[in-house]
């Protein structure tokens, strides 16, 4: 990884790895992190899952942009619109700042939590059509105040929570100096005579 400033005012461009991904022989990409590209695919496909899941229990989805418009398709272009731009952000790979590269972090991660539940929540409803019925009964306001209540609480007190403390640690850190750990001279001797025996 390169070196990060302790500036959030300057732009962050972070280092690709060596990793290549070839698509059938015709090209190939430079990934700009292995485990950043897995967070990042892991979201994607469920995200993926969830809204094919939620096909089946439409009549009990309680997420806004049916509720509003009362349309699959509307849902899906949400969904592949948001799954784009997270793909959009990873491979342009440019952050105006430590801030926001680690709410970016934040999202995929909370994200893919929140809609794994969702997954498992609508493949319960599969098994068991007599939920979707009762929750197709509960009126559209109710729905939303539901899902609003769900999304403040785990995902928007705990993002400020975490933001606000990223951010006296960012300021916090300018002025902090870390101890450099010693190793110790047997660990060091043995790994010595490791290294010279293989």
Same mark, same amino acid.
């Given at each position: 990884? +390169?070196?990060?400033?302790?500036?959030?005012?300057?732009?962050?461009?972070?280092?690709?790895?060596?990793?290549?991904?070839?698509?059938?022989?015709?090209?190939?990409?430079?990934?700009?992190?292995?485990?950043?590209?897995?967070?990042?695919?892991?979201?994607?496909?469920?995200?993926?899952?969830?809204?094919?899941?939620?096909?089946?229990?439409?009549?009990?989805?309680?997420?806004?942009?049916?509720?509003?418009?009362?349309?699959?398709?509307?849902?899906?272009?949400?969904?592949?619109?948001?799954?784009?731009?997270?793909?959009?952000?990873?491979?342009?790979?440019?952050?105006?700042?430590?801030?926001?590269?680690?709410?970016?972090?934040?999202?995929?991660?909370?994200?893919?939590?929140?809609? +794994?539940? +969702?997954?498992?929540?609508?493949?319960? +409803?599969?098994?068991?059509?007599?939920?979707?019925?009762?929750?197709?009964?509960?009126?559209?306001?109710?729905?939303?105040?539901?899902?609003?209540?769900?999304?403040?609480?785990?995902?928007?007190?705990?993002?400020?929570?975490?933001?606000?403390?990223?951010?006296?640690?960012?300021?916090?850190?300018?002025?902090?100096?870390?101890?450099?750990?010693?190793?110790?001279?047997?660990?060091?001797?043995?790994?010595?005579?490791?290294?010279?025996?293989?």
């Amino acid at each position: 990884m +390169g070196h990060f400033s302790g500036s959030t005012n300057r732009r962050i461009r972070r280092r690709s790895t060596d990793v290549h991904v070839c698509f059938n022989g015709i090209g190939s990409m430079k990934l700009n992190s292995k485990l950043l590209f897995w967070l990042v695919m892991v979201f994607c496909v469920v995200n993926l899952a969830d809204i094919i899941t939620a096909m089946y229990i439409l009549p009990g989805e309680a997420n806004p942009i049916y509720l509003l418009t009362g349309s699959a398709a509307a849902l899906w272009a949400f969904k592949l619109a948001f799954m784009g731009l997270v793909l959009f952000i990873y491979f342009k790979n440019d952050y105006p700042s430590r801030f926001w590269f680690f709410s970016y972090i934040y999202l995929l991660v909370i994200g893919t939590f929140m809609m +794994g539940v +969702g997954v498992f929540s609508n493949v319960l +409803g599969i098994l068991n059509p007599a939920t979707v019925q009762a929750a197709a009964e509960v009126s559209a306001t109710e729905k939303m105040n539901y899902y609003s209540t769900l999304v403040t609480v785990i995902m928007a007190i705990p993002y400020a929570i975490a933001m606000i403390a990223f951010k006296i640690y960012d300021v916090a850190e300018k002025n902090i100096s870390y101890a450099t750990k010693k190793k110790s001279k047997v660990v060091s001797k043995w790994r010595l005579m490791f290294r010279d025996k293989k």
